[in-house]
C-alpha cells in the first residue's frame, strides 16, 4: 500500500509540473530574417539615446531640469521610453541647436544697441557721429 501512494504521489508531482510546463506562460522562440534597414535604424536609434544621455548628463542640462522641476533620473527613464523614430527626432533637434542662440538675432540687437549708444551720445553733445542729429547749446 505505501508502494502504491508513493506511486501515486510521483504521479501527481509529475502531472503538475508537466501541467505548468504545458500551461504555462512562455513563447516559443522566432527566428527570422531582418533586413538591413531594420537594423541600422536600430543602431541609429540606440546611437541617438546616447546622445541625448550624454547631453542630458552635462552640468547646466541637469540645472536647467532642476529648475524646472524636473528629476534628471525621471528624464533618463523618458529617454529610454522613446521611440526610436522619436528618439532620432529629439537627437536631430539636439544636434542643430546653437550654442549661442541665432546668430543674425545677435548680431542685429548688437548693432542696435551700439546705434542707440551712440546716438545718446550725439544728444547729449560729446561725440559728431551722425550728422542728423541737431545740437543743442
Do not use: C, W
Amino acid at each position: 500500500m505505501t508502494s502504491t501512494s508513493k506511486a501515486f504521489r510521483l504521479t501527481a508531482i509529475l502531472m503538475t509540473v508537466l501541467m505548468f510546463v504545458v500551461a504555462g506562460p512562455y513563447q516559443a522562440a522566432v527566428a527570422a530574417l531582418i533586413p538591413t534597414e531594420g537594423a541600422i535604424a536600430s543602431a541609429d536609434a540606440t546611437k541617438a539615446r546616447e546622445n541625448i544621455k550624454s547631453f542630458l548628463s552635462r552640468q547646466d542640462a541637469q540645472n536647467f531640469l532642476i529648475s524646472k522641476g524636473i528629476n534628471p533620473e525621471e528624464a533618463s527613464a523618458r529617454i529610454d521610453s522613446l521611440t526610436d523614430a522619436e528618439a532620432l527626432m529629439v537627437s536631430k533637434h539636439v544636434e542643430n541647436l546653437s550654442a549661442g542662440g541665432n546668430p543674425i538675432a545677435i548680431v542685429v540687437v548688437a548693432s542696435l544697441i551700439v546705434f542707440i549708444i551712440l546716438l545718446m551720445t550725439d544728444l547729449a553733445g560729446l561725440t559728431h557721429v551722425f550728422p542728423f542729429v541737431k545740437k543743442h547749446r
